[in-house]
């Protein structure tokens, strides 16, 4: 089994679980928003285009499908979509360390 059907099979459980009848519900609200230019460059030292020609090895992208706390002071940590074309161009993935700061700006309502 690859790790990715281990996230999705752990994806799906978790799914299920929070579906279940009796799951506790929490209330999600959007606290803030980030932003990373597209044309944002990693730290992982790739060179070259990808097959497709165009996109840069080295390129960010779009990062963020999956991103979680790590428990410890402002870290996360984030993983990229699946590349270009639709998963369809060879990609390397990723893990990306990130410092994210949150300040309540006001009290909730």
């Given amino acids: 089994m690859t790790l990715f059907h281990r996230r999705s099979l752990a994806a799906l459980s978790l799914a299920a679980s929070l579906a279940a009848p009796g799951a506790v519900r929490a209330e999600v609200a959007l606290i803030g928003i980030g932003?990373?230019?597209g044309t944002a460059r990693d730290q992982s030292g790739l060179s070259g285009l990808l097959e497709d020609g165009v996109t840069p090895g080295d390129l960010i992208g779009g990062?963020?499908?999956a991103v979680t706390y790590s428990g410890s002071g402002k870290?996360?940590?984030?993983t990229p979509d699946r590349g270009p074309a639709d998963g369809t161009t060879s990609y390397k993935d990723r893990l990306?360390?990130?410092e994210i700061e949150v300040t309540r700006l006001a009290p909730n309502a």
Avoid at 75 to 78: K, L, S, T, V
């Fill in 35 to 37: 932003v990373i230019p």
């Fill in 63 to 65: 990062f963020g499908s």
């Fill in 75 to 78: 870290r996360y940590y984030a």
């Fill in 96 to 98: 990306y360390t990130l």
